[in-house]
Each structure stands twice: as C-alpha cells, then as structure tokens.
C-alpha cells in the first residue's frame, strides 16, 4: 500500500511538471535603457490552456489538500466528542505512541506552513490571469518580487520547523549554546557536591521504583539510594521486570532479545552484537543470522534479518560454528590468530572483526542459538568483567530465547498432531481410491503445513510390461528403458500431478493422463493427457531423483536425510544439481524459493508418488521441524494405502463373484426360446421382443396369459396341481397384470421358477402358491387398501421369490452342517439367502422388474424383500404375533372405515408387521386348501422332512427329531394337529378377526384340522388294539408256558413260541392290515412313505 502511495505521488508530480517542460522557452525582451536580454518563462500556445493548468494546478496542489486538511479536523473533532460520551460494554484502549504523536504534530504544522505561504503566489497567479480581462488590475514588479521571495523562503523554513518539532531538545542545546557556556565535569561534580539535598531529590524523581509496583500490583519498599550503585541497581532491575512483562504478554521472541543485546552492547561497550539461530536440514546441522549488527542505538527493524539475507553458514565454521559445535562460550582477544575464524562474513559485510565473546544457548543438551558481541570500543579486547557481564545477561537472553523455542516447538506438535488427525478422518472417509485419498488428506491439511504450494506427483504402478509392449524392444525397432527407476525396480513415470495453490486466491490443478495407465486393477483407458515432462513440477528432476532414491544413505546421496530420500533446499533456483525454473512457474507469476520433497512410501516398500512443498509462508527455509512434519504426513498417506488396496482386493473378489453369478444365471436365466413360449413375436410379429412395439408386446401378453378368474387365482382355494410349471409361469405373469404392471417380466418369472431347486415341498410350486396367495390376501381379502401400488407389487414379488435356492433343509441343518451359508449368515440363514438372491435379480438389467424406480423408490422396494422374506422365518413369527394382535384389537375398536385406513396406512411399522404376518399366512396357506390339496402337500412336506431325518442320520451322525424321522410316519396326523393349534391357528384366526373376508382361509383351516383329528384318532385306535392284542398275547403265553413247566415236559420259552410261529402270526396281521389299504390315512392314496426324487434315499423303507 505504501509503495503504491508512493508511486501515485511520484506519478503525479511528473505528470504536473509535463506542462512547465513543454512550454518554458527562452525569448528575448527589449528593456527601456537597456539593451536586449534574454529571460526564461512561460509561452502558452493560447490563452485558455494557460488559464486550465493554472486553475487545475492550484485546485489540485493547493485547494484540495486544504479542504482535506479541514475535514480530517472536523471529522477528529467529531470522534473525540463521541468518544468521550461514556458507551457501555466499551473497553477498547487506543495507544497512540508519543513519537506517533510527535510526528503528527511536526506534519500539521509544515502542511500549515505550506498553505500560508505559499497562499501569496496562488493569489498573484489568479489576479495575473484576470488583468488579461480586466485592464485596470495591475500588479507591480516589486510586489510580484517580494511575493516570490515570501513562497521560496518556505523551503528554507521547513528543515528549521522540522528540527525544532522533532528534536526539541538538541535544538534547545544548539541555540543556547552560544548564549550559555558549555557545562564542564568538574562544575557538575563540584555544584552537586555543594547541593546533596537537590542531587537526591532530582535522582528521586528521574529514577523510580514505580515499575516494580506496576509489575506485580504490590507496594515494593525501596531503599533510599545513597550511591551511584543503588542508582544503577534499580535501573537494572527497571529493566528485567520490563523484559518480565514482555515475556508474560507473549511478545515476538526476536524483539524482546532485542532489547537484551542493545542492553548487553550498552554495558560491554561492545560495537555491535548479533544472535544467531540454529537448524537443521537434510539432518546438518546450521546456523543462520537472526539479529544482525544490533547497537545499542539501532531499530528493531533494521537489524531483524529477512528471511531472503539470511547469512547460512555450517557449525564447522567460524568461530560462531566453533562455539555451537563444543558448546562452550568463547572469548577471543585477536579473531586472527583464532584458526577457526572465517572472514566470510566480514567480506560481505565490509567490516573487520577484532575481538569477540560469544555463548552458546542450550535447550537440555542441544544448541538452539548463538549470541555475539564483536570489537570492544575503547580497548583492544573484551576484560574478564566484560565477559562476566555478558554471561550475565546471556541468562536472561536464554529466557527469552528457550520461552521462544518451547512456543515453537508446541506450534510444531500441534500442526503434526492436526496433521496425523485431519488426515487419518479423511483417508478413512475415502477407501475406494488412492487419488481421491490423497487429495482429501492434503487438502483438509493445507493450513498446518504452512508453505505458499505443494504438488503431489502418483507414480505408475506396473513392475512389468505386457508382452505386447516388449515386442518392439526385442526386434530392435526401439530402444529399452534406459531412464530412472524405483528401488523396487518400476520406470519412473508420473501418470498425475495435483497441484495445491495455497497463496491469494485458493485453486487446485489436476493433470492427469492420456490414453492408457496400467496399475494393480489393469489397463484402463482414460481421456486426459499426461504431465508433460517439462511441466514446471517436473522440469526439475527433483521428483524423479525422489523417486529413484527412496531409501538411501546420507554417504552417498547428498541433500538425503538418513534412510529416507527428504530432500530440503533453499535458495533452489541458484542450485546446479537440479535446473528449477528461474522465471515464474505459470501465470500467477508464483516462483520457486525453498523446496522439500519427500517419497510417499507404503507398507510394502514401495514408492507410490513424490510429495514437494514449496516456499514456507514467512519466507525462511523448511526446517527439520518442517521435515517432521511433512515426514509424518507422507509416512501414513504412504501406510493409508493399505486400505485402498484392500479394498481393491475386496472388489476383485466381488467381480470374480459378479462375474461367477453372471456364469451361473446363465444357467437359470430365461432363454430366447422360453420367451417365445409366451411372448411369441417371431410368429406373430417375425421379429424378437425388444425390437416389438411396447403396446403389441402387452397385447400380446395378455392374449396368451390365461384369465384370473378361469384358473381360480383370486381364490383362497386355489390349487396348482392341475397346472403345468409353464402354465403357472402364465399364472404368475397375470398377477402383475392384475396388479397394474412384457420382456423384462417374462423374463424375471421364468428366472425365479429356475431358481427355485427340484426338491420334493420347497420348490417352484410352493413358491408360486405364496405369491398367489399374497394376491388373493390383497385383491380378494381388501388387504391392497393399507398399501401403495409399489408396496402390493414389491409384496407380490417378493411372495414368489422367498424360498427361492431353498435346498430342501431347514436352518437348523445348515446350522449343524456347518454349510457356507451357515457361516456367511449368523441367523435366519435360509432366508437371508433368499433374500440375497432376490437382489442379484435385481442387479440384473434383464431381470430387473424395477428398473423404472427412482433411487430411493428402489430402496423401498429391498426394503420390503427384506421384511416379507424374514418373515417367513417361523423362529420370528413368535415375536411379532402379539403385536399383531394389539393392532387387530386396536382396529376392531375403530367404528369408521376411513380411520382404519389411516390407523395402519399412516404408520409404516403397522404396515411392516402386518405385511410379516401376512408373509406368514401366506407360507402357510397350504394348510387352509381343501382337503384333497392339504393332504397332498402335508405328504409333501413329511416327505421333505424325513429325506432331512435320513441326513441327519448318515451325514451328521444324529438321531433326528420325530417329525424328521420317517420311523414316526404314522404320528403325522397327530403332529398336524399340533401345528395347527400352536401355529397356524392364530394366523387365521387374528386375520378373520381383522378382515371377514380372509375367514374362508380359517375355516378351510378348521375343516383341514378335523380331518386330521379324525385320521389322528384312527391312528390313536389302531395304536391301542395293538397294545391290547400285544398284552393278551403276553397273558396267554405265560399261561402255556405255566402249563408246560407243570407238566415237566421240554420247556418253551417265548423265543421258542416264535420259533413255532405263533408270534409271527398274531403280529403279521397287523402288516396284512396296512397293507390291505393303499395308504393308513387317505383312501385311494399312494403309500408315501417317501417321495424322494434323490436315489436310495426315496426307496420305501422295509
């Protein structure tokens, strides 16, 4: 801001002089009784311009800062006053300095000044221009001399008034110099030692104790001072607690030093003092000038050193190396005969070095700075004394300096902290990919890192080349890689560069490639261009150099830092290893200063990009701190790509498994030809579905889908056993239509009647009569009501696909089987599988009969898969029913039908838990068919249940229970009825309750359970004629063997009685009897003592 002022100023006085060079010539004039002489002034072209430059000139130079000057006063005027009316909540202190102020003072009265006397020629100008117009002013040579004379004296007069106003004092002295003669010691001495009463109280009064009060807000009790000692002993202690407080307000390090070394070279009387900082780069150590050349008069300013005229020299030499390097002070009396003085110094700075004392600042026990006191005014060498002194002070400068340091130091671990934090919440925020890792971890931590840029450059990570590549190079058509590589042994090439621009306005650039990158996931094909290789990131070398040299050693390769490839350089454009651009780096006109760079490294070693930083925010070099820092931060974005990289496992894993899916529905997907079945567009149109018309498509489905009402689909009672699988395929396409919903759905039923296995209960025919039954539940029962079109279609659907994959046994089996199933789901195991087959459908364009769906519509749609195939879980049927029941209840009290509606349509967890329950009746629904159905299906489901039982007994070595044994075959009617009372029966039940029209499905339940009771008693009855046969038979026997062992003759025991046949007899007639009937349960029946379909394991049992 300053310099533009500046340049504004300097600008617009040339551009007010242009005028005066243009026009000022030199004319000769014809004096009266003199001779012609020549005079130098001002010839306008024409009247008019004179009268503009002379009224914009004045207007310009001399109106305008005085109308300024007037209103910066009111305005002052006006401040002050409102200032002064008391504000509350206001406590703001505004510290003017009192040279600020001496300052102001010394302006306003040269702008005054100014105006009054340079007001006379502006005035003589303006009446000069006028006599032009008006003839009768006239304005006199003299007066015009003399108002000259008055408007020059004004530069003469400004040096006088600035003098006085700025330096009152010394002015005082020089003008009373020649009035009053010179003070001498001798009188001084002589005039204090007649008046002691006057010396004391003047030294009372100019050297007070009144600081000590301020510092710590107590009453400190001085001594009177009866010498020069105590004088000196309070100024002292005036001093420290001035440093105290400087140090409890925070106040800059460098400063408050400062004021010690101008204190220090006050006292030592030494010419100048100096401070130097210790570092280390690229672990060397250095030291580089932090107060240069501080007097015990200079500004703080002048000798704080720029970070750009730092003077940078190693601790071996100098005698300031010296001395950080023992860390021992030193006191050398002639600097030439000292072999370790260096005069690089001194040549740069034109000065000669004599004498020194310096000391070592030590942090526990390593060196933090180095402080110099240089040539001993008044003597040839610094005395014992002086060096006492100095050390001294050296304690309170060690203070300072370590107060500084500790400050430092918690800045650093704070950043790194905050560093490691941000960057570990980022990176575990992204897992998918390295680029969009990094970038996030770098740019959340771009406030901590505290440099001007940084780019990150990814390195390609392909070890090998594709034998196609490597053709070229082995038929000598093209040269093999002779560039740098990885440690690892991979080419170096950059495939993308990220670059932070963190100066002025924010702004990141990507470059990334063209044409073809390989990695660890392939080939792939991308469509930007690759850094060019004399991109500004990369002209260097420096990242490449990086790369090639991850883990070396500081012995071999220069600017490394131990094991780990840290390279750190200031000043990088004046370095001849590596030719960094000297110009600006693009159009921002940024150019390189300081450079660190650094490897990012992973677990395994490899090097997986190059991070460089450049140009620390206030302009010194990167320190080791920065080193720590940047170090960290590369080391866990190097480690952080173990997740990326699992997770790339894990993707691969997951396409080998798309991909193992994709093999599979092949085989369970519906063919061309399955679709021709039904859709028959090559008879009737001659061309394949998806080339058909949408509306003929649809026509054509419905003309060959068989009616709801023929095939009995909206009936409770409805029954699959006189259809065929394609026939029930029509079937189920016909429930979407009557729902409200071509290609795609042939093509899905098709599929979810191959995916269901060929197992004797739980196959494509189970599955069908569920979603039949959730239709006629929603159509038939006024069940559609509670629900959206989306839920009906989604419940139907999931209806036909719950116990789709069902491998003929339960949970429990998987269970003890230790099946993969098993192990992939800890609970409901069967149907989380269906479940998770369902969704592959859904992945599945062909397939996917929602694929029409918003995203979240498609949400909901899995959502209800996930509670309808759940549900049919029994082990969670016990969970939900007596919820089930409060609603039926709550419902029944609602006399409006509208408030019913609402009751449950309005509340999404009544919707899910009467969905479940409906799931439920629906997987249950077989046992509410008419008899001739019920009594099939139950055979089914025994028989299902016995070829588990036969499992159970060769595979797991287990007895099973009695309904999976087929040794209890003649319990079924018994084990029926106990189902139905302590399952199926409140289903119904609760369901007639909540709607009338669901009563047909507990009443088929009621006839199903009588006739299960009667077969059951049958059972019962043939069971006890048996046991009383049996027991007559045993009391008969035992009379016969009584009678023969009494008659002595040759004892028969029972077996011998078996022998005879007897036994055999009586109880074969049983057999006779079973075998009389076709099966003990159902006249005109086949026996099913097994219906397996699966080898020996369906033969009869004998």
């Not at 014992?384 to 203070?399: C, G, Q």
């Not at 290609?743 to 060929?758: H, N």
């Amino acid at each position: 801001m300053v310099s533009a002022t500046l340049f504004f100023i300097w600008a617009f006085s040339a551009l007010a002089c242009i005028p005066l060079s243009l026009f000022f010539t030199v004319i000769n004039v014809d004096f009266p009784r003199q001779k012609r002489e020549h005079i130098c002034t001002l010839k306008w072209p024409d009247p008019t311009a004179e009268i503009v430059f002379n009224v914009t000139f004045t207007a310009l130079c001399f109106l305008l800062p005085g109308v300024i000057i007037v209103i910066y006063k009111r305005s002052k005027l006006r401040l002050r006053h409102r200032d002064s009316l008391p504000q509350v909540g206001d406590s703001v202190e505004y510290n003017v300095s009192r040279k600020d102020m001496r300052l102001f003072r010394t302006l306003l009265v040269l702008v005054f000044s100014f105006l009054i006397m340079w007001s006379p020629i502006f005035i003589t100008t303006s009446l000069i221009l006028a006599r032009n117009f008006l003839g009768h002013l006239d304005v006199s040579s003299t007066m015009f001399f003399w108002v000259m004379t008055f408007t020059l004296a004004n530069s003469a007069l400004n040096p006088i008034l600035y003098s006085v106003f700025q330096f009152k004092n010394r002015w005082r002295r020089f003008c009373c110099r020649s009035v009053v003669s010179p003070l001498r010691k001798d009188t001084v001495e002589k005039f204090l030692d007649n008046n002691p009463d006057f010396a004391k109280q003047y030294y009372d009064k100019k050297v007070q104790a009144d600081v000590i009060t301020v510092a710590f807000n107590n009453q400190v009790q001085v001594k009177e001072p009866s010498s020069y000692k105590d004088v000196s002993t309070i100024q002292e202690s005036e001093f420290i607690f001035e440093i105290i407080k400087e140090l409890k307000t925070n106040a800059p390090m460098e400063k408050t030093l400062h004021k010690i070394l101008q204190r220090v070279a006050l006292l030592i009387q030494a010419d100048r003092c100096s401070y130097f900082g210790y570092r280390s780069r690229n672990g060397t150590p250095e030291l580089s000038t932090v107060l240069f050349d501080v007097t015990h008069n200079s500004s703080f300013e002048k000798n704080l050193v720029n970070p750009n005229a730092e003077i940078v020299f190693p601790t071996d030499m100098g005698i300031v190396g010296w001395t950080a390097h023992t860390k021992k002070p030193q006191n050398v009396a002639d600097v030439k005969k000292n072999t370790h003085f260096n005069d690089f110094v001194d040549k740069q700075t034109k000065y000669t070095t004599k004498c020194m004392v310096t000391v070592c600042i030590m942090y526990e026990k390593e060196p933090i700075g180095v402080i110099m006191a240089l040539n001993k005014q008044g003597a040839d060498e610094f005395s014992k004394s002086d060096e006492e002194l100095f050390n001294k002070y050296i304690n309170f400068a060690s203070v300072v300096v370590l107060q500084g340091h500790t400050s430092c130091m918690w800045d650093v671990e704070s950043r790194r902290s905050q560093v490691l934090l941000w960057s570990a919440s980022k990176v575990f925020e992204e897992l998918t990919d390295i680029e969009r890792q990094f970038h996030k971890a770098l740019y959340t931590v771009r406030t901590y890192i505290k440099c001007e840029r940084y780019s990150v450059g990814l390195l390609d990570m392909t070890k090998e080349k594709e034998f196609f590549d490597e053709w070229a190079i082995k038929l000598g058509d093209q040269e093999p890689y002779k560039g740098p590589k990885t440690p690892d042994g991979r080419e170096i090439s950059f495939y993308k560069i990220i670059d932070y621009l963190l100066e002025d306005k924010e702004e990141i650039k990507v470059i990334p490639l063209t044409g073809v990158i390989r990695s660890r996931a392939g080939t792939h094909p991308l469509n930007s261009q690759r850094p060019p290789a004399d991109h500004w990131a990369l002209v260097s070398g420096l990242p490449s150099y990086v790369a090639e040299n991850g883990f070396v050693s500081s012995l071999f390769v220069p600017f490394f830092n131990g094991n780990t490839a840290i390279c750190n350089m200031m000043n990088a454009q004046a370095d001849d290893y590596f030719a960094f651009q000297k110009e600006a780096a693009d159009e921002t006109g940024w150019k390189i200063n300081n450079v660190l760079s650094l490897p990012i490294v992973n677990k395994k070693e490899e090097i997986v990009g190059v991070a460089t930083f450049f140009n620390r925010n206030d302009g010194k070099p990167f320190d080791e701190n920065d080193e720590q820092i940047t170090e960290a931060l590369t080391q866990f974005l190097g480690w952080s790509t173990l997740n990326s990289d699992t997770y790339d496992k894990l993707n691969r894993t997951e396409w080998r498994k798309d991909i193992t899916q994709e093999m599979l529905m092949y085989q369970t997907t519906a063919t061309l030809d399955d679709v021709q079945l039904i859709l028959n567009t090559q008879e009737k149109f001659g061309s394949a579905p998806e080339d058909c018309d949408q509306k003929e498509m649809y026509k054509l489905l419905r003309t060959n889908i068989p009616d709801a009402k023929k095939v009995e689909l909206l009936e409770f009672r409805f029954s699959d056993f006189a259809l065929s699988e394609l026939e029930l395929v029509k079937c189920g396409i016909r429930c979407f239509f009557e729902l409200g919903g071509g290609e795609t759905l042939t093509r899905w039923m098709f599929t979810v009647q191959r995916g269901y296995r060929d197992v004797t209960y739980h196959n494509w025919r189970h599955g069908f009569n569920v979603g039949q039954t959730m239709f006629s539940l929603l159509l038939t029962g006024k069940l559609k009501k509670y629900y959206t079109d989306l839920d009906v279609f989604a419940m139907v659907a999931a209806g036909f696909c719950h116990d789709i994959d069902h491998r003929g046994t339960n949970n429990l089996y998987q269970t003890k089987s230790q099946s993969p199933l098993a192990k992939l789901h800890s609970s409901s195991v069967m149907e989380r599988h269906h479940l998770e087959y369902s969704k592959t459908l859904m992945e599945n364009e062909n397939l996917n009969i929602f694929q029409n769906l918003q995203k979240r519509q498609f949400e909901t749609v899995q959502h209800l898969f996930e509670v309808c195939i759940i549900a049919t879980d029994l082990a969670l049927y016990f969970k939900k029913r007596t919820m089930f029941q409060k609603i039926v209840e709550s419902v029944e009290g609602i006399p409006d039908e509208k408030d019913k509606v609402n009751f449950v349509s309005t509340n999404p967890t009544r919707k899910e838990i009467i969905m479940a329950m409906m799931m439920t009746a629906c997987d249950l629904s077989a046992i509410t068919k008419p008899w001739e159905v019920q009594s099939k299906v139950a055979l089914m489901v025994a028989a299902e249940f016995w070829e588990q039982g036969d499992l159970e007994r060769t595979v797991l070595d287990q007895q099973p229970i009695p309904m999976m044994d087929r040794d209890h075959a003649e319990e079924l009617p018994k084990m029926q009825c106990g189902f139905i009372d302590f399952v199926c029966s409140f289903v119904y039940k609760e369901f007639s309750r909540f709607h009338i029209e669901i009563t047909p499905m507990f009443d088929g339940l009621n006839i199903n359970r009588g006739q299960w009771r009667a077969l059951a008693d049958v059972h019962e009855a043939k069971v006890k004629a048996i046991e009383d046969e049996r027991r007559s038979w045993r009391v008969e026997a035992k009379e016969i063997n009584t009678e023969w062992m009494s008659a002595k003759t040759c004892p028969l025991s029972v077996r011998g009685l078996r022998g005879m046949g007897f036994i055999c007899l009586k109880h074969s007639r049983c057999h006779d009897d079973r075998r009389a009937s076709p099966h003990p349960y159902i006249t005109g029946q086949p026996h099913f003592a097994s219906t397996s379909r699966h080898g020996n394991q369906g033969k009869t049992r004998k």
